[in-house]
């Protein structure tokens, strides 16, 4: 069974900093994308980062300069470090993993495995 946990979410201020990860376990994805998304209430779920099993990354717009994605394959996780956290960077935070090797989805359907969420906070 495949299941990815995320950690290190909760409260931060203003210009604050977090740490994200995303454990995964039942199967290797070392061939495999994994990404973040986030989902803030009454808002869909936004593609954040991905990272590919070459290492090749992508940001959504809002992200860009201030989050960073990482991953250790050996670990079989993948990691978001946030600075300069805004309150609109509010939401649940999911990590996901595709399933089909050599690809980097930026779509929330391009992903077959997701976490149960982290909360971040952010708080003026």
């Known amino acids: 069974q495949v299941q990815l946990v995320e950690s290190g979410g909760g409260l931060v201020q203003t210009g604050g900093s977090l740490r994200l990860s995303c454990a995964a376990s039942?199967?290797?994805?070392?061939?495999?994308?994994m990404g973040w998304f986030r989902q803030a209430p009454g808002k869909e779920r936004e593609f954040v980062a991905g990272?590919?099993?070459?290492?090749?990354?992508s940001y959504g717009d809002s992200v860009k300069g201030r989050f960073t994605i990482s991953r250790d394959k050996a670990k079989n996780s993948a990691y978001l470090q946030m600075n300069s956290l805004k309150a609109d960077d509010t939401g649940v935070y999911y990590c996901?993993?595709?399933?089909?090797?050599?690809?980097?989805?930026?779509?929330?359907?391009?992903?077959?495995?997701w976490g149960q969420g982290a909360q971040v906070t952010v708080t003026s």
């Open positions: 039942g199967r290797s994805f070392s061939l495999s994308a």
């Open positions: 996901a993993a595709q399933n089909r090797p050599f690809a980097l989805g930026l779509m929330r359907d391009e992903y077959d495995y």
């Open positions: 990272i590919s099993w070459s290492l090749s990354t």
